[in-house]
């Protein structure tokens, strides 16, 4: 074993969870966290989530073996570029961004070259709609994937990958771009779905007391990420727009159709297709 | 106490879990099923919903002090118009439609009248993705909304609303415009939103292994409904035609509006308007 210590940057709902995981894994090292709200680390280590609290963020990951960046995706490119001119080639840094194109990019220039440290594109599928160290969960990546998009080989990966899989996770490798249309489609488009059915629910009944109590599991779930907060989904938008434009307007064409079949044979078909897409799950 | 005799049309999902919340709540009379489908009545029979198996669905109902019409809509009206010339006035008819203007139309020559039977028109705000005796539960409707919209007095109305609380359920009156209004809102749309993203994502993706492995409980949940039975889903589409075009309309703009505001600040009016819905709730 060669990761004697872990410096976790943005110890929130993702960050403070791999470090709950990662002791309930029976990591031995030592995992130092940092984050720019005092609070959210204070909590994570109050959790367990962390040892120690890193004064200086910068020279808390030149003295670790691995990096974990954790939070939005403009976030964690931010990092990279801050930290990359202070690493060394046995370092490795990790990220568990949203979005997988615009990581690897900003990596290419930064990271895995001559006396450059080394860079796993990673992410979690796995979150709430609510965030913070405060709703952290040690099994928050049980029975959930972890995939890894390739960018250049590092002695490090293999055992951040075994401990990963520690967690409950089933690891797996996908091109970037492939992992960024695929989460189009089945993370930001039910979150972007979620919003806007919550957003015009507000607007249209506001606090309106009956909507209130008739509203049941179906509403309950299809509102859950309503929640989400922007702070997180700003990045996701930005960094992966055109894929999430693509299946809004695909949703908002399908819709139509939907629309204009209520009262046709049109309409047993999609519900087949439906039903044929949940069957398969 | 005055109902003695409940005969229950249409033992599938909503029907036996209501003959078993009877049970639970130890209504003392008999409960006498029928079912187009002879093993669906069998299977209620097995799990405690009925004592008795009809033969005679008119028969049944006949000799019955309360008579509760659970199916599809179109199911329920055409069990209206076979079983009101049958009736007499000191019998109470009840249903379980999720549509409540078309049913209160077609029950006003039918029933409430001079030598009439009663109506009560009803819709349990509870249900599931899959259908079926099999999947009946006692406890379906613990802790949801029974609603009821005004028809006309009958003497057994507070005796079965009675019943329906000790089930568990919140009763609550509405008018049956409102019901549906609302219904398409918070039940309907997320039905057919659910529909359309699992058909849509069926046509996309098929069976593709890496979408099956990457979606996680956001796709899970958001997709659930597409499990639901055209069978059912078929009458509601054209009962409640308008509303639910109303909705998917206003839909389908919502998501345009999102989709070309994906890096303006507008996104974050919109999610905060979601967390609003969200936080009330």
């Known amino acids: ?82 930290l990359a001119p202070h690493l ?79 967690f409950g996770c089933r690891t797996m490798d996908i091109l970037a771009a492939r992992h960024d249309e695929i989460c189009a489609w089945v993370s930001h488009l039910p979150q972007f779905l979620s919003t806007a059915l919550s957003a015009m629910l507000e607007d249209r009944f506001g606090d309106a007391p009956d909507l209130r109590a008739i509203g049941g599991r179906a509403l309950r779930e299809m509102t859950r990420l309503g929640a989400s907060p922007y702070s997180m989904w700003r990045d996701i938008a930005h960094a992966n727009e055109a894929e999430i434009a693509d299946a809004l307007l695909s949703m908002e064409q399908r819709l139509a159709y939907l629309r204009e079949n209520l009262k046709t044979p049109e309409l047993r078909d999609e519900f087949e297709r439906a039903n044929h897409f949940r069957t398969n799950r």
């Open 1 to 82: 074993m060669t990761i004697h210590r872990i410096t976790i940057l943005g110890t929130g709902l993702i960050g403070a969870s791999a470090g709950m995981a990662l002791r309930a894994a029976r990591f031995p090292g030592e995992i130092v966290g940092w984050d720019r709200h005092p609070s959210q680390v204070s909590l994570a280590m109050e959790r367990g989530a962390v040892d120690t609290i890193a004064g200086d963020a910068i020279a808390a990951a030149v003295s670790s073996d691995l990096v974990l960046l954790s939070g939005p995706v403009f976030a964690i490119q931010d990092w990279m570029e801050r």
């Open 88 to 166: 060394k080639p046995h370092q490795l840094v990790t990220d568990v961004g949203s979005v997988k194109v615009a990581i690897a990019a900003r990596a290419l220039p930064l990271f895995g070259g001559s006396g450059q440290a080394g860079f796993l594109p990673g992410h979690p599928m796995a979150g709430k709609e609510v965030s913070g160290a405060a709703n952290a969960d040690a099994q928050l990546f049980a029975n959930a994937v972890w995939l890894f998009t390739e960018f250049t080989g590092h002695p490090l990966v293999a055992e951040w990958r075994t401990w990963v899989e520690r």
